[in-house]
């Protein structure tokens, strides 16, 4: 990191998140001169830790897989090893569900849901979910059969998809049925409700959307992850930080820049080219090959001269739907007494009827203390509970931070968090030596989320990500606004295509035969 920008680079990435860190990381890999451009005194976006008094938070995601292990179909194991970085992880089987059905453990791999199907809800319903199994598996090759690190939006993708071509072509057909939504093929093979209920609940996991606005490739790619033999989950040590603090590292190690405290204002636009960014400090950063975004699609819209685009192309943009909010209680308790078969992670839904992406109707708890004690001081846990994009910024966004209305709407909304907690822990609140409550005002304010949003709800067969390029020469984009899923496999897969698609086709073929990618 240095403590004064430079004036000139050959290209400039706007914001931190995984997208931005994993672009630039690739492009550095590629030999460009890169600077990255954080507007907070943290890496990471999203993903950021951060601690209070000894406890280290993850600020977002806290469920990983295929990070563990390579060669791997995660887009971000993958560009882990493109850019030479380790990242040690924990690994586990199991999560703790607390649902109307009533409370209990479950497990990635083959066969463990099927037996809590059988327990739950009888034969019929694990033969359904066996079924669906078997029907997952050609969807779930054809989803990973072109890995994300080998695409390009331009032509040199002909060249660089080449050797995974046979295994693609293979799985055409059912390819096809990827683009649409999940529910298609959930509707064809499941009858349950409960069984519906769970995809739907996984689906808005992965995607902020129910299964009739999930398209079926995050599925499939769930399922090749998670329900196949010897499956495991991960968490690497040290938390989100460590992830962030290794995607910095490659970045660094490669030549590349991380300038904090940088917030972009403008993207300079000359001879109807994105030229550079001026900073809020006033400074200015000229880019001689490209600007890439990281930011959300709504807040690049910001940047851009309003004559710089077209204007059918900033009211398309605009008019992206998008998910909801957040509700945010992050803990550290004292863990004396605590019953000793906790899980890492809890979902907690109060009614099903209501519909998965209800507010305030699904809670997710993540305690990965249990896995990594470093996090916490010894006898202490640290907890993050939230509502995962089901906050409504409606009822936020006329509030003054500094009010006492906005202090007792923070403590009404945290209590389902509270509540969910409670099934897990029942004398969670007296055990509280740190309590924090972040809001969609939080959201918006400290992760330059435009509304606090997760992210584009963009739903199957409505709509299309629209990749990294734009009509402005110069200008690529990358992070959750250009590929579907808004996790951090979707974000880095962006990261690295929008990186793929302005380096040489040479140097592309060249990274991929280091990384030895095959059909994972």
């Not at 882990?80 to 059905?101: F, N, Q, R, V």
């Not at 809890?346 to 708890?365: C, F, H, R, T």
């Not at 906005?406 to 099934?423: C, I, N």
Request: charged residues 20%.
């Amino acid at each position: 990191m240095v403590a004064i920008a430079p004036t000139d680079t050959e290209i400039i990435v706007i914001g931190s998140g995984i997208g931005g860190l994993t672009c630039g990381a690739m492009l550095a890999r590629y030999g460009f001169d890169v600077i990255v451009c954080e507007s907070h005194a943290i890496a990471g976006g999203a993903a950021h830790g951060f601690k209070r008094d000894g406890f280290t938070f993850d600020s977002g995601p806290s469920l990983y897989s295929g990070l563990s292990y390579s060669p791997s179909a995660n887009p971000l194991r993958q560009v882990l090893d493109a850019i030479g970085e380790k990242l040690p992880c924990i690994t586990y089987d199991t999560w703790g569900c607390c649902l109307p059905e009533g409370d209990f453990d479950t497990s990635v791999g083959a066969s463990q849901f099927g037996e809590v199907l059988a327990k739950l809800r009888g034969s019929a319903a694990a033969a359904e979910w066996q079924q669906l199994q078997r029907v997952m598996e050609p969807y779930a090759k054809a989803a990973t059969a072109l890995p994300s690190l080998a695409l390009r939006f331009d032509l040199g993708a002909a060249i660089t998809l080449g050797k995974f071509a046979p295994a693609f072509l293979r799985s055409a057909g059912d390819a096809i049925a990827l683009a649409g939504p999940f529910s298609k093929i959930m509707d064809a093979n499941v009858k349950d409700p409960f069984v519906k209920n769970w995809l739907n609940l996984l689906c808005f996991l992965l995607s902020g959307l129910p299964a009739d606005g999930t398209i079926a490739a995050e599925v499939a790619f769930m399922f090749a992850d998670w329900y196949r033999p010897a499956a495991v989950l991960d968490y690497p040590i040290g938390g989100s930080e460590a992830l962030v603090n290794a995607l910095v590292r490659g970045l660094e190690r490669h030549g590349g820049q991380l300038l904090l405290n940088s917030h972009v204002e403008e993207v300079l636009v000359e001879n109807n080219r994105a030229a550079g960014v001026r900073l809020r400090s006033g400074k200015i950063i000229r880019a001689r090959k490209a600007v890439v975004s990281n930011a959300s699609v709504w807040d690049t819209l910001k940047l851009l001269p309003e004559s710089s685009v077209p204007k059918r192309f900033r009211q398309q943009r605009q008019a992206t739907p998008e998910c909801d909010s957040f509700m945010h209680l992050h803990l550290g308790i004292d863990a004396a007494g605590v019953r000793s078969d906790l899980a890492c992670h809890y979902i907690s839904v109060k009614d099903w009827e209501m519909g998965v992406s209800a507010p305030q109707n699904v809670v997710l708890v993540s305690i990965p203390s249990l896995l990594d004690p470093g996090l916490a001081p010894e006898g202490k846990h640290v907890i993050h509970a939230y509502t995962p994009g089901n906050e409504p910024y409606d009822l936020w966004q006329k509030l003054d931070r500094t009010s006492a209305e906005y202090q007792q709407q923070k403590q009404a909304r945290a209590e389902v968090m509270w509540l969910a907690l409670e099934r897990i822990i029942p004398d969670i609140r007296s055990r509280c030596e740190v309590t924090l409550v972040g809001t969609p005002l939080t959201h918006e304010r400290f992760l330059r989320r435009n509304r606090g949003s997760y992210g584009p709800g963009i739903r199957a067969g409505t709509g299309l990500f629209p990749g990294p390029r734009t009509p402005l020469a110069g200008l690529f984009c990358c992070g959750d606004s250009t590929f579907p899923g808004i996790g951090l496999p979707a974000v880095a897969a962006s990261g690295a295509i929008a990186a793929n698609t302005i380096a040489p086709v040479h140097k592309h073929l060249e990274m991929l035969r280091d990384i030895a990618i095959e059909n994972c």
